[in-house]
Nanobody, 122 residues
Framework: QVQLVESGGASVQAGGSLRLSCAAT?????MGWFRQAPGKEREAVAS????????YYTDSVKGRFTISRDIAKNTMYLQMTSLKPEDTGMYFC??????????????????WGQGTQVTVPS
């Protein structure tokens, strides 16, 4: 069983930056970030496999968000820049064994954190 704990969510002005963290209790190969805006479905934002150099991003965040991992600390990060009001939502850390695939689906991931809120007022 792997537990995930997110942190770093906050309210930030449009154009600002934020870094989210996700600490895992054990090593796991594939980790990703999802977000859910009020009234909308949870969507994949980015994912990263710890033995492959490729990171995946949804189109709306490409060039603005960067996913990274500190494998020694079992921690994943999401650096968010040039934030927009449409980035507002609850951000969830997710993890699974095996390979990451893209686009990632909610059902692909076995482990989930409780979420951390990101708010970008319009």
């Amino acid at each position: 069983q792997v537990q995930l704990v997110e942190s770093g969510g906050a309210s930030v002005q449009a154009g600002g930056s934020l870094r989210l963290s996700c600490a895992a209790t054990a090593y796991i190969t594939c980790m990703g970030w999802f977000r859910q805006a009020p009234g909308k479905e949870r969507e994949a934002v980015a994912s990263f496999h710890n033995t492959a150099p490729t990171s995946y991003y949804t189109d709306s965040v490409k060039g603005r968000f960067t996913i990274s991992r500190d494998i020694a600390k079992n921690t994943m990060y999401l650096q968010m820049t040039s934030l927009k009001p449409e980035d507002t939502g609850m951000y969830f850390c997710a993890a699974r064994g095996g390979w990451c695939s893209w686009p990632s689906r909610v059902t692909d991931f076995r482990y989930w954190g409780q979420g951390t809120q990101v708010t970008v007022p319009s």
